[in-house]
Every structure is written in C-alpha cells, then in structure tokens.
C-alpha cells in the first residue's frame, strides 16, 4: 500500500483539487499502476487481485463463526 500511496501523492501532487469527487476521478484515471508488470513475480496487482483477494469474500460467506 506504501508503493500506491506514494505513487498516487507523487502523481497528484501539482494539481489542487476542490471536492473529493473531484480527487476521486482523478485518481479513478490512474489505472496503469495496476497494470505494471511486477519486477520480480510473475503478473501485475490486477491479476494478483483476482486470483487472491476477489474470491476471499465469496470463501468468507460460507463459513460460519
């Protein structure tokens, strides 16, 4: 998250924003962070995303506490 944080502060950080819609679509266009070949793994955070994180809340529901 510390890599996206300031990824995100370093790309922005010219620009004065007004609301927080307006701050959010600007960093709704940043997407290419999450498409960026990972140095030393195999894939980027978007494919990493689906294959570990966005089947956890699905495997979650069906346990009981």
Same mark, same amino acid.
């Given at each position: 998250? !510390? ?5 995100? %502060?370093?790309? #922005?950080?010219? *620009?004065? =924003?007004?609301? +927080?819609?307006? !701050? ?5 266009? %940043?997407?290419? #962070?999450?498409? *960026?070949? =990972?140095?030393? +793994? ?11 994180? #966005? ?11």
């Amino acid at each position: 998250m !510390l890599v996206v944080e300031r990824w995100i %502060l370093a790309r #922005l950080r010219n *620009r004065k =924003f007004f609301s +927080l819609v307006e !701050l959010n679509q600007a960093i709704a266009l %940043l997407v290419d #962070l999450n498409q *960026r070949a =990972f140095k030393k +793994l195999p894939g980027n955070r978007r494919s990493a995303f689906e294959q570990l994180d #966005l089947p956890a809340p699905a495997a979650a529901a069906g346990q009981t506490l």
